[in-house]
């Protein structure tokens, strides 16, 4: 018999990384699923946190005290403002990082994280609530350990 969690997250990329940790801090009881543990908030092409369309948003998650920001401070090579020759409307600040340690780093630091339990495993389907006309997401069926229950689940599937 495996525990309700408040929440599980469904991927340890960078967006499941963030809402893993943040919903852990904030106190609920976090489920993270990646199917390998190696590979939490890996950077699998590009290693910047930034640039024009992620730029903001990487603002904002440090801003609320997110891990991304903090990981790319401790393993970060290269920091450029983009768009320099355009106005200041379009500038955008980009951090190029050491694609191992940050990961390492990110992986490390949830480990750390109190309230926060990974798993490695693959999810297979969601279990849903049925009743009054609505139906309701409860919980995730893996594959190797079974289900797990859950207030509420959240999926980051990824690109």
């Known amino acids: 018999m495996f525990p309700k969690y408040d929440v599980i997250v ?3 990329g960078h967006a499941g990384s963030e809402a893993a940790a943040a919903a852990a801090n904030m106190g609920s009881k976090v489920l993270l699923v990646t199917m390998n543990l190696q590979n ?3 950077m699998s092409c590009n290693p910047a946190i930034g640039g ?7 603002k904002e998650i440090d801003a609320l005290g997110g891990e991304m920001g903090k990981a790319i401070d401790a393993t970060g090579i290269q920091y ?4 320099r020759k355009k106005g200041p409307a379009i500038w955008s600040s980009r951090a190029q ?7 390492r780093y990110m992986k490390h630091k949830l480990e ?14 969601l279990l849903v609530e049925k009743g009054d006309g609505r139906d309701r997401v409860v919980g995730v069926e893996t594959k190797s350990f079974g289900r797990f ?5 959240c999926i980051t599937s990824g690109t």
């Not at 024009?52 to 990487?58: E, I, N, P, R």
């Not at 450029?80 to 768009?83: A, C, G, K, S």
């Not at 229950?149 to 689940?153: E, I, L, M, P, T």
């Open 10 to 12: 469904v991927g340890a």
């Open 40 to 42: 939490i908030a890996q």
């Open 52 to 58: 024009t369309a992620k730029g903001h948003l990487v």
């Open 80 to 83: 450029r403002i983009l768009n």
């Open 97 to 103: 990082a050491d694609m191992d340690l940050y990961r």
């Open 112 to 125: 750390q994280t109190p309230n926060l339990h990974i798993r490695q495993d693959s999810v297979e389907g």
């Open 149 to 153: 229950w859950a207030k509420k689940v």
